[in-house]
């Protein structure tokens, strides 16, 4: 193991204190999710005005856009992931790039579907093959591939790394998907929100959606943790830990 | 039109709107409950499995392992 990595890092990546440590944390992600899923959503679909063009129509975008983020931060983090466990064999890393295709797949999903019921009356159609709306099939496609691969060997740890492999070797997308709008003509609208530089929306339109993406992170951490916790369970099955948290739940 | 109805219809856009917000707290809700399930599946196979080991030890009056 690479000495540069701090102890405290290492100690985390053992199971049953990652596990502690993910239960301790996922309430207060949970809550934050909730709580800021919440202001959010008044905020846009109660407080933010009517846009000029699109109507109320445009108030999908307080999902839409959230999710889209997620679906290519998720796939970031699993391809890092992936990459840190095929290098330097950490279970834990293994276990959150597996446990994060799932979530990233769902995200995924509803960007697509809302992005084509919000297509539907602005473009008049509910799909096209432009660039972004195609980049983000393939993302959907690329995660589905991630855990097709991961179920498909009678070994999990086996199947773990040829998933990560193409997990890393589909990062390439993820630019794609976000560069989209920029290299290639689309219907698809080019970015409103810039992080580093003038945003091209209204603050009262702008702090939901701000909030909304908050919101779907606190989500991402809160819902990663359960999925992760499970698959520790699962994996270290007939170690001691796992076997205490089995006898002391028999009683509820 | 009161205001609760001004709110449901979404400007003319309610059949794009809502089934848009629908469908993300329903993926959302099945991706929470999914791992909820699948650890009390794997929890109820690991009790039944600690079951069937000691029933083995009494039968054969070895002691369990002590790991």
Known sequence: MANWIPLWLHRLSSPPTFYRFAGTLRPWAMGLAIVLGVIGLVGGLVLAPADYQQGDAYRIIFIHVPSAWMSMFIYAVMGVSAFIALVWRIKLAEVVAMESAPIGAAFTFITLVTGSLWGKPMWGTWWTWDARLTSELVLLFLYLGVLGLYHAFEDRRQGARAAGFLAIIGIINVPIVHFSVNWWNTLHQGSTVNIFGHSKMAWDMLWPLLTMTLATKFYYAASLFRRAQTDLLDLESGKDWVRKIAESEADR | ?67
């Open chain 2, 1 to 67: 039109m009161n205001a609760l109805q001004t709110f449901f219809a979404m400007g003319g856009y309610a059949a794009y709107v809502w089934p848009a917000y629908a469908l993300f707290f329903i993926v959302l809700i099945a991706d929470t409950v999914a791992p909820r399930l699948r650890r009390r599946r794997i929890l109820a196979e690991l009790r039944a499995r600690l079951a069937r080991q000691s029933a083995r030890h009494e039968r054969h009056s070895i002691p369990p392992p002590s790991d």
